[in-house]
T-cell receptor
Framework: EAGVAQSPRYKIIEKRQSVAFWCNPI?????LYWYQQILGQGPKLLIQ????????DSQLPKDRFSAERLKGVDSTLKIQPAKLEDSAVYLC?????????????FGPGTRLTVT | KQEVTQIPAALSVPEGENLVLNCSFT??????LQWFRQDPGKGLTSLLL?????REQTSGRLNASLDKSSGRSTLYIAASQPGDSATYLC??????????FGKGTTLSVSS
């Protein structure tokens, strides 16, 4: 079974530029999460999707961050314009309700550096 | 608001030692507790998942216990090896919700 795929793996941009990240979850997983992990911290939720609907985006900085999940499969996360404090690893995860376990599986992450 | 704390923040041990990593959470109304491993510059690898009705899970040299009523979990690593060097993250959630993570324990095992 293929895992969660993310691209790109690394991205360096200047502040005020825009950037987009892509995530392809495990096949059949209805729930998709985007987390932000700042150096030395644990990951924090940005947004959670159930199929193509938003479940929780309470911690998403909506003035600059946006995310979508078209057709309930792939998802993109966009930052526009980027700030220095957006430098972090962006992790995508997916989960299934099978067996009511709700275990989350993570992709390799995208490391963003804003200069 | 759920908060997860991990102690110690860093740990250095010689190869072969048995060690314990600690995780505590403030709200005992959890559904799952997961332990992850993160290597530098990498994503998260799930090590063990304990459901709220369970007391422990084992995988190879790893054993995780859960005391839901006291809000604590421990990850026991037996006979540590240099390859175990990584950051270990503890996280909890409600059914179907996002995980809330601690800051992690960075482990260094010397040969």
């Amino acid at each position: 079974e293929a895992g969660v795929a993310q691209s790109p793996r690394y991205k360096i941009i200047e502040k005020r530029q825009s950037v987009a990240f892509w995530c392809n979850p495990i096949s059949g997983h209805a729930t998709l999460y985007w987390y932000q992990q700042i150096l030395g911290q644990g990951p924090k939720l940005l947004i959670q999707f159930q199929n193509n609907g938003v479940v929780d985006d309470s911690q998403l900085p909506k003035d600059r961050f946006s995310a979508e999940r078209l057709k309930g499969v792939d998802s993109t996360l966009k930052i526009q314009p980027a700030k220095l404090e957006d430098s972090a690893v962006y992790l995508c995860a997916s989960s299934s309700r099978d067996r009511t376990v709700y275990e989350q599986y993570f992709g390799p992450g995208t490391r963003l550096t804003v200069t | 608001k759920q908060e997860v704390t991990q102690i110690p923040a860093a740990l250095s041990v010689p190869e072969g030692e048995n060690l314990v990593l600690n995780c505590s959470f403030t709200d005992s109304a959890i559904y799952n507790l997961q332990w992850f491993r993160q290597d530098p510059g990498k994503g998260l690898t799930s090590l063990l998942l304990i459901q709220s009705s369970q007391r422990e899970q084992t995988s190879g040299r790893l054993n995780a216990s859960l005391d839901k009523s006291s809000g604590r979990s421990t990850l026991y690593i037996a006979a540590s090896q240099p390859g175990d060097s990584a950051t270990y993250l503890c996280a909890v959630n409600q059914a179907g919700t996002a995980l809330i993570f601690g800051k992690g324990t960075t482990l260094s095992v010397s040969s």
